[in-house]
T-cell receptor, first 110, second 115 residues
């Protein structure tokens, strides 16, 4: 039931773009995205809801394709502060209980 | 801001010991969660609780138990610690209202080493 994230890791130069994907084999109520920096707690970025709703957070945006049960996180014009591990969490039952992917490590270099 | 506090950042225990990890949240959230985080595996749910004295097993409950006697406090118990329970443990909370629309708020984690 754990969603599949890809890629496992990505290295970017400042200003470049990247896409992180999160796929589930089951129908979803929502997809959550979190970022975790080394030694810190995961921090909430955004929630994508059924209906293909697209949300944004500064230059980080995401989409949710309900037919494919896939969400994508878009890092646009990346900044050094975007470095960290990104996790998607999927909610199958609408209780708020999440299944998390294995994470995507993002490194942004000057 | 929601504050989720875990009692220890680092903990070292011996094999066979009974270990208690404590988590307290200050926002009157009904739902509380315990996760284990290992490299390459992401966050895996151990147990969650949706109210006082209510609990449900997550994906990897073996070797763990939990206690929720008060709404703000959720404890994870390793009944007899083993070396394969060496890991980072994260606690999170979220309100019931709005269910899947609510973000989870995480504590800073406890890095537990079992020797």
């Amino acid at each position: 039931q754990q969603p599949v994230q890809s890629p496992q890791a990505v290295i970017l130069r400042e200003g470049e773009d990247a896409v992180i994907n999160c796929s589930s084999s089951k129908a979803l109520y929502s997809v959550h995205w979190y970022r975790q920096k080394h030694g810190e707690a995961p921090v909430f970025l955004m929630i994508l809801l059924k209906g293909g709703e697209q949300k944004g957070h500064e230059k980080i945006s995401a989409s949710f394709n309900e037919k494919k049960q896939q969400s994508s996180l878009y890092l646009t014009a990346s900044q050094l502060s975007y470095s960290g591990t990104y996790f998607c969490g999927t909610d199958l039952y609408s209780w708020g209980k999440l299944q998390f992917g294995a994470g995507t490590q993002v490194v942004v270099t000057p | 801001d929601v504050k989720v506090t875990q009692s220890s950042r680092y903990l070292v225990k011996r094999t066979g010991e009974k270990v208690f990890l404590e988590c307290v949240q200050d926002m009157d959230h009904e739902n509380m969660f315990w996760y284990r985080q290992d490299p390459g595996l992401g966050l895996r749910l151990i147990y969650f609780s949706y109210d006082v004295k209510m609990k449900e097993k997550g994906d990897i409950p073996e070797g763990y138990s939990v206690s929720r006697e008060k709404k703000e406090r959720f404890s994870l118990i390793l009944e007899s610690a083993s070396t394969n329970q060496t890991s980072m443990y994260l606690c999170a909370s979220t309100p019931v209202a709005g269910g899947y629309r609510q973000p989870q708020h995480f504590g800073d984690g406890t890095r537990l080493s079992i020797l």
